[in-house]
Every structure is written in C-alpha cells, then in structure tokens.
C-alpha cells in the first residue's frame, strides 16, 4: 500500500520484453538501503516487486497484466518515472491510500499555467468515471491528487509547484498518456449497493454499524 506522496524522481535504465511479460531495471531517485528483495515499489502509480538490486538500481518483472494496463509498455532509457516506496506500519499518510493496482490509463486534453499552479484536464474511460467524485482523490501517475471538478468522462486536477517540481507533471503535455488509480473506497462501496440482499437495518446491525 501507498499514499500518493511521490518519494523521488528515477531515470529507466532499460525495460526488456521477456516474451509478453518485461523486466525494468531502474536507476537512483529513492535511497535503497532500507529496500529488500521481495518489498514493493510503485513506479508511476503501478505496484511492482523488487527482484534485484544494488546501491543505486533495481530491477522488477512486470506482468502481461500490468503491461495492458498501464504506460510502462512505453518506457524507454532515461525516462524519468515517479517513485514511492510502499507504506510501513505507522508511516505518515500525505495523501490517500493507493494500493499500486492502475485501473486504467487517462489522456491529458489540456494543461493550463494559473498562478503558479497547473491545471490538467484528463479524459478517462467511462468506466472508470463513475468512481471519481469532486473534491475526492485519485492518483496519477502515482500522485495523490484532489479532484478540483468532473464533467461526464473527464476530470480536472490542481498541480501546486512543489508537485510539478517534484514529480514527472512538470514535463508532461497535451495528449501524453498516465496512469490512473481511483480510490478504492468507491468500488467498495458500489459492490456494497449491489450485493443481493442491499443495504438494510438488519444488513448494518450483522455488521457492527448499528446496535
């Protein structure tokens, strides 16, 4: 699990295609020292698994799965990607619980300098439209971000300086690709809404909600 808060900026030293799956070697941006093999990464928002290591690289699979779902397929030699090593256990939450898993990927329509923030707009699939909410969060690229307004199938966000200046934002365009998590709490919630027997008095009370 994550939150959204991006710990460094990394440069892609190779991504190499094992037949559907790859392998993504990555260079500096987070000291490693505390990392272990097995521990987990989030590189631009997707949850990937340390495989090797050194003082300044690390090496992740990367699964056919998230391969489809997410921009790393696109990756190439000095990209720069957006890293945060995952929660521990009384760790500082900055931002909202990200679990890693990318639900799908959102096109830029537009990026709009306001003051010293940016404005982005994002189209995303109708499918995923439904679990965004003004004023909610959702992740970009690995960024835990406010939802400032939502029309229909795209959604826009406020990038304050110190967010651009820290993350991949600052040098993306009108018409690039990210990564899109949305918050968990949605999906939950709308399964809940469409379990067989609803949601009742008796459903709340068997569940600790009410007396």
Known sequence: MFTGIIEGLAKVKRLTMKGADAVLEIEG?????????????????????????????????????TLSKTTLKNLKAGDKVNLE????IGGFIGGHFVLGHVDGTGRILSKTQKSGSLIFALEIDHQLSRYIV??????????????????????????????????????????????????ILGKYVEKLLHFPRGIDKDFLAQHGFMK
């Not at 000291?31 to 272990?36: E, G, H, N, R, T």
């Not at 987990?40 to 799965?65: H, M, P, R, Y």
């Not at 090593?85 to 521990?88: I, T």
Request: proline share 1%.
């Open 85 to 88: 090593k995952s929660l521990r």
């Open 29 to 65: 941006g987070i000291s490693l020292q505390d990392v272990a093999i097995g521990d987990s990464i989030a590189v631009n928002g997707a949850c990937l698994t340390v495989t090797k290591k050194t003082d300044q690289t690390f090496t992740a699979d990367v699964s056919a799965e």
């Open 134 to 183: 003004e004023k909610g969060s959702v992740a970009v690229d690995g960024i835990s971000l406010t939802v400032n307004k939502l029309e229909k199938d795209r959604f826009y966000v406020n990038i304050i300086p110190h967010t651009a200046g820290n993350t991949t934002l600052a040098q993306k365009k009108e018409g690039d690709v990210v990564n899109i998590e949305t918050d």
